[in-house]
T-cell receptor, first 111, second 111 residues
Framework: GIQVEQSPPDLILQEGANSTLRCNFSDSVNNLQWFHQNPWGQLINLFYIPSGTKQNGRLSATTVATERYSLLYISSSQTTDSGVYFCAVELWTSGTYKYIFGTGTRLKVLA | DAGVIQSPRHEVTEMGQEVTLRCKPISGHNSLFWYRQTMMRGLELLIYFNNNVPIDDSGMPEDRFSAKMPNASFSTLKIQPSEPRDSAVYFC?????????FGPGTRLTVL
């Protein structure tokens, strides 16, 4: 089946630093989302981005569907950015849509 | 809107007991998803509904799990009988089209 791999698995940053998180997927997908799971467990959607680039404040994301990867950029990181970042893909296979989450990148931002 | 509502937030039960998790999606959303999150397996899709109809239940681990969506504003996930390996956080999410919005989750502990 499709593989969704995220890197790095863990990341520690000093407040104010920038970072890039990567999501690779092994097959063509219909759409892709990025989520942030905060330390309290709440999953918050950040971007719906099947292709192209989007920006929202200090966060931006780029998906290159033809090369099967997506990047999430965090600029000027803050302690509230800590948590786990997931990418999730939707693909059509075997007559139905499948939704698969990556393994996540655990981010800790230090004050 | 109050967002996706799940109940209970925490459930502790003994092996062999029946467990029912409940979800109220965001009004107007036509898709509803049930996920399970564990340390070992990450986030897994169990089942999803579109317009109250189950579309793909291939993620349901076994016959002990069942899900229903009797109307557009309510869904249940039932485990009978429960086992210790069912301990996890169960999330419900709803979607108007492509973007999924998650509830706060139900933390289930089976002793």
């Amino acid at each position: 089946g499709i593989q969704v791999e995220q890197s790095p698995p863990d990341l520690i940053l000093q407040e104010g630093a920038n970072s890039t998180l990567r999501c690779n997927f092994s097959d063509s997908v219909n759409n892709l989302q990025w989520f942030h799971q905060n330390p309290w467990g709440q999953l918050i959607n950040l971007f719906y981005i099947p292709s192209g680039t989007k920006q929202n404040g200090r966060l931006s994301a780029t998906t290159v569907a033809t090369e099967r990867y997506s990047l999430l950029y965090i600029s000027s990181s803050q302690t509230t950015d800590s948590g786990v970042y997931f990418c999730a893909v939707e693909l059509w296979t075997s007559g139905t849509y499948k939704y698969i989450f990556g393994t996540g990148t655990r981010l800790k931002v230090l004050a | 809107d109050a967002g996706v509502i799940q109940s209970p937030r925490h459930e502790v039960t003994e092996m062999g007991q029946e467990v029912t998790l409940r979800c109220k999606p965001i009004s107007g959303h036509n898709s509803l998803f049930w996920y399970r999150q564990t340390m070992m397996r990450g986030l897994e899709l169990l089942i999803y509904f579109n317009n109250n109809v189950p579309i793909d239940d291939s993620g349901m681990p076994e016959d002990r799990f069942s899900a229903k969506m009797p109307n557009a504003s309510f869904s249940t996930l039932k485990i009978q009988p429960s086992e210790p390996r069912d301990s996890a956080v169960y999330f419900c999410a709803s979607s108007p089209s492509y973007t999924q919005y998650f509830g706060p989750g139900t933390r289930l502990t089976v002793l």
